[in-house]
């Protein structure tokens, strides 16, 4: 599939994509790629020129194996990423395989469709995996690029949320966003401030950090769950005896498939969800990974090509 790339988001991943660490030669990165269809390969059906439509982390699959088969396609032995196993989305235009697209509803812009292919889909499928009870308590550990998203996702969803972030300035933002309370993790410890105020049922952990994992679940309410969403080098080590006795559970998560992409952006749409964005020129991009190496993005950042809604230059 070609799509003429209109807007392409920009993830922690990407660092290390463009520093090209893993790479036998110059890569180009993007997963979170918004664009219109140009043209169609031998026996695609459900796609033509002109779809509007948006590529993710997830960027194809064997369709054969039993992750497949089973939908589970995020999960597939041989799942494809863009910008690692082929040329991603930073660029004027873009191929994929037809398995890998999302349909963008009408009513959702393509600066703000781009981020829901990564870091959307992750935040809305983290969130309602979480198994939290119907107006259950839920907290976000990590208010940034995915964090920011799992606030608006976990209140759409009927729950009360309560965000935690270092230092005291995310705490309005939080508040807009739809968390009921804020915890400082510098000024307390984030687990014993949960447990003080009655406990949560899940936390959905998307800092980038494993560090604060074994003092969080601690603000758990029995049965509660952590979701870690964001990953470093780091490992967990966890106090064995308080999650036997509260049958506490700790599970990571991926991202999503393009259904699971179209389904977070159809609820955003339904529900006034939008991603927080600063937009760059393509031809910026290297100062837009600056802004996110610096800590500055402020949610996500999104690099546009200048084509216009078609495709087409204005």
Request: glycine share 14%; charged share 15%; proline share 7%.
């Amino acid at each position: 599939m070609a799509i003429d790339v209109i807007a392409s988001g920009l993830c922690h991943a990407d660092l290390g994509t463009a520093a090209a660490e893993h790479a036998p030669g110059p890569v180009t990165p993007g997963h979170e790629v918004a664009g219109v269809v140009s043209g169609t390969g031998p026996g695609v059906k459900r796609w033509r020129a002109g779809d509007r439509v948006v590529v993710g982390w997830f960027g194809g699959s064997c369709g054969q194996c039993p992750a497949c088969l089973a939908e589970d396609v995020v999960h597939c032995p041989e799942r494809r990423v863009p910008g690692v196993s082929y040329p991603g989305g930073w660029a004027s235009r873009f191929l994929a395989p037809a398995s890998a697209l999302a349909r963008i509803p009408d009513a959702l812009d393509f600066v703000d469709a781009a981020p829901m292919g990564c870091a959307g889909v992750t935040a809305f499928n983290a969130v309602r995996g979480a198994d939290a009870p119907a107006g259950g308590r839920i907290a976000v550990f990590g208010i940034g690029g995915l964090g920011h998203l799992a606030i608006q996702f976990a209140a759409a969803m009927g729950h009360e949320v309560t965000a935690v972030a270092r230092g005291p300035e995310r705490e309005e933002d939080s508040i807009t966003l739809g968390a009921s309370a804020y915890i400082d993790s510098e000024a307390m410890p984030p687990g014993k401030a949960l447990r003080a105020l009655g406990g949560v049922d899940a936390i959905i952990s998307t800092a980038s950090s494993t560090a604060p994992v074994a003092e969080l679940i601690t603000g758990l309410r029995p049965h509660g769950r952590l979701v870690l969403v964001g990953v470093d080098a780091g490992t967990l080590d966890l106090p064995v005896a308080p999650m036997i006795m509260h049958a506490l559970s700790v599970t990571g998560h991926l991202t999503g498939g393009p259904a699971d992409t179209e389904q977070a952006m159809e609820f955003a749409v339904r529900h006034g969800i939008q991603p927080t964005t600063q937009t760059f020129p393509l031809a910026q991009a290297q100062s837009a990974l600056q802004e996110l190496r610096d800590g500055r993005a402020r949610f996500r950042l999104v690099l546009e090509t200048g084509l216009g809604a078609t495709g087409e230059r204005p």
